[in-house]
Nanobody
Framework: QVHLVESGGGLVQPGGSLTLSCAASGSIFRINDMGWYRQAPGKQRELVATITNSGSQHYADSVKGRFTISRDKAKNTVYLQMNSLKPEDTAVYYC???????????????WGQGTQVTVSP
């Protein structure tokens, strides 16, 4: 079993910054891709950013130049630094982690519980 714990959401004014973190623990042999998704009210969940095991990053066009994804392999943690936040960034943010489980050596996708980010004056 693998557990993900997210933290760092909150209320911020437009132009402000927040950093989200997601820590994985449990039966982990290796973590492959890690990423962040978001879901705004009435909308489908969408990809925000991903980072591979080797550090390659991919961003949605809407956040390029404002958000930065990073990971700490020693801590099994992925971060999302969000700068120049806009009201349209308001959503519940979910981390997604592809784990090779140590008990079965199969890859399984896990989701965090979600953290609310609200950008408002």
């Amino acid at each position: 079993q693998v557990h993900l714990v997210e933290s760092g959401g909150g209320l911020v004014q437009p132009g402000g910054s927040l950093t989200l973190s997601c820590a994985a623990s449990g039966s982990i042999f290796r973590i492959n891709d890690m990423g962040w998704y978001r879901q705004a009210p009435g909308k489908q969940r969408e990809l925000v950013a991903t980072i591979t095991n080797s550090g390659s990053q991919h961003y949605a066009d809407s956040v390029k130049g404002r958000f930065t994804i990073s990971r700490d392999k020693a801590k099994n943690t992925v971060y999302l630094q969000m700068n120049s936040l806009k009201p349209e960034d308001t959503a519940v943010y979910y981390c997604n982690v592809l784990v090779v489980v140590s008990t079965t050596y199969t890859q399984v996708a896990y989701w965090g519980q979600g953290t609310q980010v609200t950008v408002s004056p």
